[in-house]
C-alpha cells in the first residue's frame, strides 16, 4: 500500500481524547477541516499551526483514551497527521482511528525510541518503519482493516461493498 | 464438549451465532441495542453516505438526547430538530426526547437491557449497562451508522479480567470510592481491551446502582465492558421494567481468564480522583481543606435516588458555603420525580443547591455550569480531564455523593464521615 513520511510529534502516556479533540466543540463543530483547527489544543497549542501532512504522532501508553469522540481521529487526520506509532491504544479510539483510515501502530519499541521532529517513513504493507533510530518492523494489519484503510475509512468501504452487493 | 466460556464470551458467541469463541477472535455481531444520542445528527450525516435508505431495523436504534438539553444555542437546536426528522423519517420506535434523562440511565430504566444482551453505544459509558449482566461496549459515529444500515459491526473477543472484592464498606464510603481507588490502583490503562467482571461477596451485595457506578466507570481503566453477573437483585430491578424471560448468562466456574485481582474494602476510605486524571487518586484526608467554586452531584455514574439520598443525607441541616455553587442533576426524569416526592429535593434546595434538569449537564463542558479559569469543581461525574468542564484552566476532583455535598457545605474539599457522624 501507501508509504507515509513526515516528522514525528512526541508526546506521552495516556493522551486522552479532552486534550486531542475538547467536548465544547462536540455539538458545535461538524466540518471537519474545521475541527483539525482545534487538533490538540488543550495539549499543545503549537501543533496545528506546524503540522504538515504526513506527519507521525508517536506516543505512549493508552493513545486516545477516555470519550468514544470520534472527532478525535478525525481532526488529526484532517490536520494531515499520516499515522500514529504508540505503545498501546484506547480501544474505541483505535477502531475510530481505522474508521477515518488513519493507521494507528501499536509498536512499542519504536514508540519509545523515536525523537520529536525527526524524519520517518511507515510501510504498512512491508511493516516497517525507517528512522534515525533504526528500522522498526510491525505485524501486518488484519486483511479486513487494510480494506477500511485503502478505501478511505469505514463509511466509503461499506458504501461501496453495499453497492457491490446491490448490483449482483 | 463446550469449551469453558466467560459471561463476554458467551453473549457474543450467541450474538455471532457460534457454539464458542476465544480472546482476540473477530466476531461479526448485531446488537440487540445500538443507543446513540445527541450525536444521532452527525450519525444520520454519515449514514446518508452510504447509499441506505432506511435503517435496517426500526425497533433496535434507542436514541436519547441528553448531552446539551434543552438546547443551549441555536446550532444545538438545530442538531435535536435534525435528529426528530430523521426519527420521524425512519419510524424509530424508541426516541426519549429532551427531558426524559440520560441515555445511560434512561436505556435500563425503559426496559432496553436484559441479562445476556448485546448492547452497543456511540457513547464510551454505554459499560453502565453490563451492571445487568449483559455486554455492553461503545463504538464511534461511524460504526454506529454502519449499525443502523447494515445490522451488524465487527468486535475482537477480549479477554476477561476478574476484580473480586470481600468485605463490607463501612459508614461514609460507597461504591464510588471503590471504583476510584481500583482505577487509582490499575492505572487508567490496567484494564485495557479488557472485559471486566465483578465478582464476590461484596458485589453480590451491592444494589443496581452501585453496580451500575462500577460498570460506568470501568472504561477508565481502559475496559472494554464491565460485567457484574445477573442474580436475583437484577431480576427484581428489571422484573417491572421488561416483557419476557430474564435468563442470566453466568461465567463457567473454569473459565480461563486473563487474571483475578482481589480487594478487600473493609478498610476502605473516601476516594477522590485529583486533576487531571482519572487514575490520580488519593484518600479524601489528602485533598481535604482544597478551595472548591463549584460542585456537581448528578451525572450517569452518580445522578441516580440513591446518589441524591446519600447527598441530601449530608446536608440535611447544613448549607451550601457561601461561593460555592452546588448543582444537583437528578439522572432521569422518573428519578426526579421520586427524588421530589420523598422530600429529597426539597432537603437539598433548602441547603442551597441548584436543581437541574435531568441530563448530562456541566459534565462535558457544553453547558449549564462550565468552570472559568482558576475554578476548582469537585464532581461525581467519572472524567476531569484538562478542559473537560470547558475550561482548560479549570481544575476538577472527582467523588462519591457524599464527599461532593460534605465539600459543598464545607467551601472545601471534606470528608462525608465527619459530617455523617454527627
Given at each position: 500500500m501507501r508509504s507515509i513520511r513526515g516528522n514525528v510529534w512526541k508526546y506521552g502516556d495516556d493522551v486522552n481524547t479532552d486534550v486531542i479533540?475538547?467536548?465544547?466543540y462536540t455539538y458545535t463543530i461538524s466540518d471537519p477541516e474545521e475541527m483539525a483547527r482545534h487538533a490538540l489544543e488543550d495539549l499543545d497549542p503549537d501543533f496545528v499551526g506546524r503540522v504538515q501532512p504526513g506527519d507521525i504522532i508517536v506516543a505512549g501508553k493508552n493513545?486516545?483514551?477516555?470519550?468514544?469522540?470520534e472527532q478525535a481521529a478525525t481532526c488529526l487526520k484532517y490536520a494531515g497527521v499520516g499515522a500514529i506509532i504508540a505503545v498501546s491504544f484506547a480501544r474505541i479510539f483505535y477502531r475510530n482511528a481505522i474508521n477515518q483510515g488513519l493507521p494507528a501502530l501499536s509498536v512499542p519499541e519504536a514508540a519509545g525510541a523515536l525523537k520529536a521532529g525527526q524524519e520517518v517513513t511507515v510501510d504498512l504493507s512491508a511493516g516497517e518503519i525507517t528512522s534515525p533510530e533504526g528500522t522498526f518492523s510491525f505485524p501486518p494489519l488484519p486483511e479486513f482493516v487494510m480494506g477500511i484503510m485503502e478505501d478511505g475509512g469505514l463509511i466509503p468501504h461499506v458504501k461501496k461493498s453495499l453497492a457491490e452487493k446491490g448490483a449482483g | 464438549m463446550p469449551i469453558p466460556q466467560t459471561i463476554s464470551q458467551k453473549i457474543l458467541a450467541r450474538n455471532a451465532g457460534l457454539e464458542d469463541v476465544s480472546p482476540g477472535q473477530i466476531v461479526t455481531v448485531s446488537p440487540d441495542v445500538i443507543l446513540t444520542h445527541d450525536n444521532s445528527a452527525a450519525i444520520s450525516g454519515k449514514f446518508a453516505q452510504?447509499?441506505?435508505?432506511?435503517?435496517?431495523?426500526?425497533?433496535?436504534p434507542v436514541i436519547v438526547l441528553d448531552h446539551v438539553v434543552p438546547a443551549a444555542n441555536e446550532k444545538t437546536a438545530g442538531n435535536h430538530q435534525t435528529i426528530r426528522d430523521f426519527v420521524d423519517r425512519q419510524g424509530i420506535r424508541h426516541f426519549y426526547d429532551v427531558g426524559v434523562g440520560i441515555c445511560h440511565q434512561v436505556v435500563p430504566e425503559r426496559g432496553?437491557?436484559?441479562?445476556g444482551s448485546l448492547v452497543l453505544g456511540?457513547?464510551?459509558?454505554?459499560?453502565?449497562?453490563?451492571?445487568?449482566g449483559a455486554f455492553a461496549a461503545g463504538i464511534g459515529r461511524s460504526e454506529a451508522a454502519v449499525v443502523w444500515a447494515t445490522g451488524t459491526i465487527w468486535l475482537m473477543v477480549p479477554e476477561t479480567m476478574v476484580i473480586e472484592i470481600d468485605g463490607t464498606f463501612s459508614a461514609g464510603v460507597y461504591p464510588k470510592d471503590l471504583i476510584l481507588y481500583i482505577i487509582g490502583q490499575?492505572?487508567?490503562?490496567?484494564?485495557?481491551?479488557k472485559a471486566v467482571e465483578f465478582r464476590g461477596p461484596a458485589i453480590a451485595e451491592l444494589d443496581i446502582s452501585g453496580r451500575m457506578t462500577l460498570c460506568n466507570m470501568s472504561v477508565e481503566m481502559g475496559a472494554k465492558a464491565g460485567i457484574v453477573a445477573a442474580d436475583e437483585r437484577t431480576m427484581e430491578w428489571l422484573r417491572d421494567r421488561v416483557e419476557g424471560p430474564l435468563e442470566p448468562v453466568i461465567s463457567d466456574p473454569d473459565a480461563p481468564v486473563e487474571r483475578t485481582i482481589r480487594y478487600d474494602i473493609g478498610e476502605l476510605e473516601p476516594q477522590v480522583a485529583c486533576p487531571?486524571?482519572?487514575?490520580?487518586v488519593a484518600p479524601v484526608g489528602e485533598v481535604a481543606g482544597t478551595r472548591i467554586h463549584q460542585a456537581l452531584v448528578g451525572t450517569c455514574t452518580n445522578g441516580r435516588l440513591d446518589d441524591l439520598r446519600q447527598a441530601a443525607q449530608v446536608l440535611r441541616g447544613s448549607s451550601v458555603a457561601p461561593g460555592v455553587r452546588l448543582l444537583v442533576l437528578p439522572a432521569s426524569a422518573q428519578i426526579y420525580r421520586q427524588a421530589m416526592a420523598e422530600g429529597i429535593l426539597e432537603t437539598l434546595a433548602a441547603a442551597g443547591a441548584i436543581i437541574l434538569n435531568?441530563?448530562?449537564?456541566?459534565c462535558l463542558g457544553a453547558h449549564e455550569g462550565v468552570l472559568a479559569p482558576g475554578e476548582v469543581c469537585i464532581s461525581t461525574a467519572n472524567r476531569n480531564f484538562?478542559?473537560?468542564?470547558?475550561?482548560?484552566e479549570a481544575s476538577v476532583y472527582l467523588a462519591s455523593p457524599a464527599t461532593v455535598a460534605a465539600s459543598a457545605a464545607a467551601g472545601t474539599i471534606a470528608d462525608p464521615r465527619d459530617r455523617l457522624a454527627h
Open positions: 479533540f475538547p467536548g465544547k493513545f486516545g483514551c477516555g470519550s468514544s469522540r | 452510504l447509499g441506505v435508505d432506511r435503517v435496517w431495523d426500526a425497533e433496535r432496553h437491557v436484559l441479562p456511540s457513547d464510551s459509558h454505554t459499560t453502565t449497562y453490563g451492571a445487568f490499575l492505572g487508567a490503562d490496567g484494564a485495557l481491551y487531571h486524571t482519572v487514575d490520580n435531568p441530563g448530562c449537564g456541566p484538562k478542559g473537560r468542564m470547558g475550561c482548560k
